[in-house]
């Protein structure tokens, strides 16, 4: 039986054609380009190139370039008018109210990004408690341990616990460590997609929730 659910932040709250969608990956790059003294371009190959061997961009540069002031890139991937780029959806927190079970926040954001982003969406008080990419030491998803200590400090039990995410890395992840992953998948893209062995289902958008919860 279901009792938790742990959800991604970014193209899960809200969709994946939101603005802010195509910004916050830009301003990555630009970092990139800046700090390594390279051009956007060339910022823009190497990234594609070694995100794959890392749950985030800021992992990559931490661990490759001795970025060590996490913050001057947190704060220049996120800065305070972001919010302008976020869609209005209609009949949100209606959702997530009338999904009564403990919900959490797991992103490879800040947390206080998350924060800005439920503020906006007047959901902050429908989550128990939002893990960042801070809060996990830098290694967030699909690090067992981003999920694993969730599960811990919220006391929510691994095998009563959803995930959402529309990454299939993040819920191939919490697949990997024995969890139940729905793939929140838009236009159905990632139908192809390696997953791991294990339990997941597939949604286009979290609206779907409450149907899915009566077939579980």
């Not at 969709?15 to 990956?25: G, R």
């Not at 749950?55 to 490759?64: D, H, M």
């Amino acid at each position: 039986m279901i009792k938790y659910l742990i959800f991604d932040l970014d193209n899960t709250i809200y969709p994946s054609t939101a603005l802010i969608n195509q910004n916050i990956p830009q301003r990555m790059i630009s970092f990139v380009a800046k700090f390594l003294d390279i051009s956007f371009q060339d910022a823009k190959l190497l990234r594609s190139q070694r995100l794959p061997h890392y749950g985030s961009t800021l992992e990559w540069l931490s661990t490759e370039h001795n970025l060590t002031n996490y913050n001057d890139f947190l704060s220049f991937v996120h800065p305070e008018e972001e919010i302008n780029e976020l869609p209005q959806i209609s009949g949100l927190r209606e959702l997530l109210t009338s999904v009564n079970l403990p919900k959490a926040i797991l992103t490879n954001g800040p947390k206080f990004h998350a924060e800005r982003v439920l503020d906006f969406y007047n959901i902050s008080d429908c989550f128990t408690n939002i893990y960042g990419i801070v809060e996990n030491n830098l290694k967030g998803k699909p690090h067992p341990e981003s999920y694993l200590n969730l599960l811990q400090k919220e006391k929510f039990v691994l095998e009563e616990t959803l995930f959402f995410d529309d990454h299939p890395k993040y819920v191939s992840g919490f697949m990997n460590v024995g969890g139940f992953s729905i793939l929140v998948d838009r236009n159905l893209e990632f139908q192809n997609y390696n997953f791991p062995k294990g339990k997941m289902k597939t949604i286009q958008s979290i609206f779907e929730i409450p149907d899915l919860l009566k077939k579980l």
